[in-house]
């Protein structure tokens, strides 16, 4: 069954580790937004799942994101440009 994301839960410290990684918190929600896959994250990951996805401009976009209290929240904990062998999951 797929996850239900009905938003992101989204604070400074989220903000951060996107910018660290080149990422604006507006290309997360676009790819949110957009089509987009949720895998289980790697082991030892912080993140359960991992949604990859694209912005609106087309860019591969993967975001390991947590659990919130909301069933529907999700807690993005950062998020880079895909790798190649992300990006070729999505369909």
Known sequence: MPLRIDGFAIDDVNEEKFAAHGITVRRVLE???NDYITIQNRKQR?????LIGTDNGGRCIAVPIERTRDPGIWR?????GCKEHERARLP
């Open 76 to 80: 993005p904990i950062t998020a880079w």
């Open 46 to 50: 912080r993140g359960l799942y991992l």
């Open 31 to 33: 790819a949110l937004q």
